[in-house]
T-cell receptor, first 120, second 109 residues
């Protein structure tokens, strides 16, 4: 199937710094990507929908100034956690649907491997 | 948005068939039903998707009754490696990529 990558896979940073996480669709184009965060033993929580060439749509309760999303190309979306604090420590996952091509299933999302963020 | 309800956890033994049911009473006409599997510290992985009746692939079957208000994921002859969290999602890919609580399946030897 199609592949979505994330970079970095793991990051440790100091409180107050900003961290950028990249999500790439490797063999298909993605006009839409989704960003999630997941705390231990909990489900994935949708944070925002990233749209290529336009502003992201954030879920209720997610601070758009805190979690900056940029979807500048059809294969790359970035999530920047600004002024990170320990409570932002979590597992961040992105996903993208492939709309065309041999892997296309109506509602199939391809998920990245996730990024483990630890804020000290 | 179609909300989903699944059992929080299930236990099984190697070689058994496991059936996980998901309730989605307010499913819309255009909604599809998709199941994902997630291992710890990994992104979810697509298992199967269906709209109505029965769908089968190399890893699972999905049973959907005529009223589509529920669906059952069937895993034949599970192994230890099937221990994971299984999520049922209902909707279209644009608007309904919100996960429910999922079912934590533990397969025992």
């Amino acid at each position: 199937g199609a592949v979505v990558s994330q970079h970095p896979s793991r990051v440790i940073c100091k409180s107050g710094t900003s961290v950028k996480i990249e999500c790439r669709s490797l063999d298909f184009q993605a006009t839409t990507m989704f960003w999630y965060r997941q705390f231990p033993k909990q489900s994935l929580m949708l944070m925002a929908t990233s749209n290529e060439g336009s502003k992201a749509t954030y879920e209720q309760g997610v601070e758009k100034d805190k979690f900056l999303i940029n979807h500048a190309s059809l294969t790359l979306s970035t999530l920047t956690v600004t002024s990170a604090h320990p409570e932002d420590s979590s597992f961040y996952i992105c996903s993208a649907p492939e709309r065309e091509g041999p892997h296309s299933v109506y509602n199939e999302q391809f998920f990245g491997p996730g990024t483990r963020l630890t804020v000290l | 948005l179609a909300k989903t309800t699944q059992p929080i956890s299930m236990d099984s033994y190697e070689g058994q068939e496991v059936n996980i049911t998901c309730s989605h009473n307010n499913i819309a006409t255009n909604d599809y039903i998709t199941w994902y599997q997630q291992f710890p510290s990994q992104g979810p992985r697509f298992i199967i998707q269906g709209y109505k009746t029965k769908v089968t692939n190399e890893v699972a079957s999905l049973f959907i009754p005529a009223d589509r208000k529920s669906s059952t994921l069937s895993l034949p002859r599970v192994s230890l490696s099937d221990t994971a969290v299984y999520y049922c999602l209902v909707g279209d890919w644009v608007n309904d990529m919100r996960f429910g609580a999922g079912t934590r399946l533990t397969v025992k030897p």
